[in-house]
């Protein structure tokens, strides 16, 4: 990993948003991309604004844009579109490549406030390596969209428009400019379909590149809306098993007729999924936790001292999907509700398999004899021993974080997080010693075994049924061929935890 940058170690003051509209795409920004991430209303230079919401996470670079214009429904129709689509769209995408020339130009003259004195406290990655997602919000079409077509409200997509003045059609949003970075056009109402379905930055992101790759292709594409192509996205998977727009190599058409949202949102295995994430969103919280402190100055023993360092460590945590963060959510969990609080275990998980990052868990009693500041930092050197034994016992570590908290902390009406990271390229003998002398010192004759990480998306069948059909009885095993309970695994209550969740 990386150094991190330099960065500010007091309060980080950002805006909330200038317009309404901005306000509501700051929160489902932080609701999405967590607060570490989200940045509304960055400047280039005194009074010179460069976008409306940036968010910098890795290499990808989203840079949003929000107009809201009215639509005037006592012109004619194809006056009130034309002159709806020049404010909310044209003139979104105008700033949206200026912005994007802009970061390119001068990627060091970001500030975050309208005087141009608060630098951005991240260093951006370097150019070649940018995933660069442009995002237009356009506010204002909804209301005249349903009184027009009914449905949903949301613009129709047909890519064989091309070029900004070709978008004649009313309520009809095509391909802006083939020549420049494509811009992702998403109306106030297609914008929630999408942020709260792609409701982590690695979701959104593949979203949008796949989104991109698809509309872009030789494949002509009619939808009735944007939830229209979302339905499709989530139903379809390619060779990586990854979600995707996918067609046969002898198709080259695509009509999404208005239904199919509905119908994947009413479906059982949506219902099923939707409540098997709940208690994803603990693994959120968690990161909003260390997030919170760090922005607010008062993360302890950080170092180097600053927001950076513990952005670089949460990257990790917030780079997992939703069905990823219900995997290690649930391992954290089950560890913290298992343990009594005088006995300290721990527990090791791959992210996903084949990628080198692992996540170590550890609960430590608390030491009731000693300053509670003395007792974590012993239990930060503790989280440091394990992760030198996992990267011994796993050579192919490439990246691992360790998070610790209280034994029993289901227990306590408050408690502490840590988290550090080891870098398992950078291993020595010594090392290699050190971690020798670890086992020996413990007793410890080799690591837990690796949580399970195979779950399925969409776990009705999973969970609900046996190999019968029948839902089987609390003490009888689990379906998902976990070896536990039932009641000890899909059986029980999703959801809770010991960091708040939304």
């Not at 404010?87 to 141009?116: C, H, I, M």
């Not at 091309?162 to 004649?168: E, M």
């Not at 989104?211 to 060779?239: C, D, H, I, P, T």
């Not at 080799?446 to 059909?469: H, W, Y």
Request: aromatic fraction near 10%; glycine fraction near 6%; hydrophobic fraction near 35%.
């Amino acid at each position: 990993m990386e150094n991190p940058s330099p960065s500010p170690s007091g309060p980080l003051r950002r805006s909330s948003g200038s317009t309404r509209t901005e306000r509501f795409l700051a929160r489902l920004a932080e609701d999405t991309f967590l607060s570490l991430w989200s940045y509304p209303n960055l400047y280039r230079k005194s009074g010179k604004e460069l976008c409306d919401l940036l968010v910098v996470f890795g290499n990808h670079i989203i840079v949003f844009s929000d107009k809201e214009s009215s639509f005037h429904s006592t012109k004619s129709l194809a006056v009130a579109w034309n002159r709806w689509f020049r404010k909310s769209v044209k003139d979104s995408a105008t700033q949206l490549w200026g912005a994007e020339r802009s970061l390119r130009t001068n990627p060091k003259e970001l500030y975050l406030d309208v005087r141009a004195s608060k630098p951005y406290p991240f260093a951006l990655p370097e150019p070649l390596n940018w995933k660069i997602h442009l995002v237009a919000v356009a506010n204002g079409i909804s209301g005249p969209c349903v009184s027009a077509f009914g449905g949903s409200g949301t613009l129709m997509f047909r890519n064989t428009v091309q070029g900004l003045d070709q978008h004649t059609d009313p309520f009809t949003i095509g391909e802006l400019d083939p020549s420049s970075t494509f811009v992702h056009v998403f109306d106030d109402v297609s914008l929630q379909y999408v942020m709260k379905l792609m409701d982590t930055v690695s979701d959104f992101t593949s979203y949008l590149e796949k989104r991109e790759r698809f509309l872009r292709s030789n494949v002509l594409v009619n939808s009735a809306g944007e939830e229209e192509l979302l339905s499709f996205y989530m139903k379809n998977l390619n060779a990586k098993g990854e979600h995707d727009f996918v067609l046969p190599p002898e198709v080259n058409a695509l009509t999404l007729t208005e239904g199919l949202w509905h119908a994947f949102e009413n479906s059982p295995e949506r219902k099923a999924q939707v409540e098997a994430d709940k208690i994803s969103y603990n693994w959120d919280s968690l990161i909003n936790v260390f997030g919170r402190h760090a922005l607010a100055g008062t993360s302890e023993r950080t170092f180097p001292v600053g927001v950076g360092t513990t952005e670089k460590i949460m990257r990790f945590l917030a780079s997992q999907s939703r069905l990823r963060r219900r995997v290690l959510a649930s391992a954290f969990l089950d560890l913290i509700a298992s343990t009594p609080p005088d006995k300290m275990k721990f527990r090791f998980i791959a992210a996903k398999q084949d990628d080198g990052v692992f996540f170590a868990f550890l609960v430590f009693p608390v030491m009731e004899d000693k300053p509670y500041e003395d007792y974590r930092k012993v239990r930060v050197e503790a989280l440091g021993c394990y992760c030198k034994t996992l990267r011994l016992r796993i050579p192919d570590a490439k990246d691992i974080i360790g998070i610790a908290t209280e034994s029993g902390r289901m227990l306590r009406a408050e408690g502490s997080e840590d988290a550090i990271y080891l870098d398992g390229r950078v291993w020595t003998e010594e090392d290699r010693k050190d971690a020798e002398g670890i086992l020996e010192m413990f007793g410890l004759k080799g690591l837990p075994s690796l949580s399970p990480t195979n779950v399925k998306e969409f776990p009705i069948r999973e969970f609900q049924k046996d190999s019968k059909g029948q839902q089987p009885s609390r003490n009888a095993p689990c379906p998902c061929g976990s070896r536990k309970r039932f009641r000890k695994c899909h059986g029980r209550k999703q959801g809770g935890g010991i960091w708040p969740t939304r």
